[in-house]
């Protein structure tokens, strides 16, 4: 982005932690997240990509403030230059920053679906403003009356798109938007991210679906085992060569246009000990420089988490 530019909202080293009992009535902290760090810029798509288990969907709860109780967090979340504290994010959320939930279980079951987009107001502007998102979504004008319940789920997501987007915030965060959703329907969702980000608004996608999230993001941060080990801008992806590290570059021979041609091994889980990167088992560049806590470095116009990368 532009030098002189400042993230709309910015992640620096996050880590988050569940304290869990062991055995008896010992607690030990198993971390999810480890010195995750990405910003999203005005005008810009960020897709935070990585498989199921990598800890994406905390991501979003902890810039939200949304974490469990037996969840710790340390690291640095601003949001327009300025620290999110537990106040400052109660008072932007669900105004400047938007989340767009994974699970429809966030519709309140006992109140229709057109209260709920509106937050309850009956002005002709924010009436006319959930007409305006229902038809963009194509949701029937009779859906508004519904509740939860009688919604099939592709038509509860759009209800959650159309929620996510009623106070005209600042900064989405979008969780996992589109399961539910047939192709079409979410790449119509998609391009209203775009259209949003084009507006100058930021968008934080969080994502399994990375060649989905190449159709309009501007910048791809691929997450492994609890943090980013590389990001890269989404046209850094046209070819390997292109790619900074061995994981991301992985995933590049997975696609089908390429090959299909999967990396042996599985990501491991939180639990494991991971001794330096967490890749590292399932790289073939893999040495004892590697078994080091890698920082996240600029490189060729992006970032990496890894010494081999050049």
Known sequence: MGENKQPLLSIEDLVVSFSQYSQGFDQIDLEVIHNLSVDVYPGEIVAVVGSSGSGKSLLAHAVLGLLPSNCNASGYVRFNGKLLDAERIKELRGKEISLVPQGVTFLDPLEKVGKQVRNGRTDQASVARQHELFEYYGLESEVEELYPFELSGGMARRVLLSASLAENPKLVIAD????????????????????????????LLITHDIELSLEVADRIAIFYAGTTLEIA???????????????????????????????????PYAKDVIEGCPFGKRCEL??????????LRELRGGFVRCVKAS
């Open 286 to 295: 893999f040495s004892e420089e590697c078994k080091v806590d890698v920082p």
């Open 176 to 203: 996992e938007p589109t399961p539910g959703l047939h192709l079409e329907a979410a790449k119509k969702a998609m391009r209203h991210f775009r259209d949003f980000a084009d507006a100058g608004g930021g968008v």
């Open 233 to 267: 801008k989404a046209e850094d992806f046209k070819a390997m060569e292109t790619l900074r590290h061995p994981y991301t570059q992985a995933l590049w021979r997975a696609f089908p246009a390429n090959g299909f041609h999967p990396s042996p091994g599985t990501q």
